[in-house]
């Protein structure tokens, strides 16, 4: 990680904990022992590509923390699109209650809510589908739900695939 720099965008992930979801961690295993992936954690963007300095964001999570609540994340059957950064992913409920949260990070943060379609990667690449899809059928099949009770800020270079962790967001809005 010690390319972190001047190409880092920041972002804001949602991240479920490793007991909520060990079938993710198979099939991320499963993928990457066939693909060889980069390494990172199971996770969500909620927001990228924050037009702000890591200064100022501090005072923002706190108005994040005290604004939203914890939410529970739905998600149900996998996805891979010809993409790199959705090469392989876990599909996510769109719901009311996550478009809300969204919307309010976005409002918070002065971003303007563009087209967003939640996922949980599992693997960053480029394949093509047609060498992803027999991997279909070796995955354990998933639905389920976890609940998000912290954010994180990260730090992100996509041109390296390299992440940091910066700062975490206990939820705790009403």
């Not at 001047?6 to 804001?12: A, K, P, V």
């Not at 963007?45 to 604004?67: H, R």
């Not at 996805?79 to 996550?98: I, P, T, W």
């Not at 809510?113 to 996922?119: S, T």
Request: hydrophobic share 40%; aromatic share 10%; net charge positive.
């Amino acid at each position: 990680m010690s390319t972190l720099g001047r190409n880092s965008l920041l972002t804001i992930w949602a991240m479920p904990k490793v007991s909520e979801v060990p079938l993710f961690i198979k099939a991320k295993e499963l993928i990457d022992n066939k693909f060889n992936g980069p390494d990172f954690p199971i996770h969500m963007t909620l927001v990228g590509q924050l037009n702000t300095i890591p200064n100022k964001i501090n005072y923002l999570e706190k108005e994040i923390a005290n604004e939203l609540k914890p939410i529970e994340i739905f998600y149900k059957s996998y996805g891979m699109k010809d993409y790199l950064f959705q090469a392989f992913y876990v599909k996510v409920e769109l719901n009311k209650d996550l478009k809300t949260t969204r919307s309010k990070i976005c409002n918070l943060l002065k971003l303007e809510n563009k087209e967003f379609m939640p996922h949980l990667s599992l693997y960053y690449g480029k394949r093509s589908l047609e060498e992803k899809q027999p991997l279909l059928t070796e995955l354990p099949k998933i639905e389920g739900s976890f609940i998000a009770q912290t954010l994180f800020v990260v730090s992100f270079d996509p041109k390296n695939i390299e992440w940091k962790i910066l700062n975490s967001i206990h939820l705790k809005g009403s």
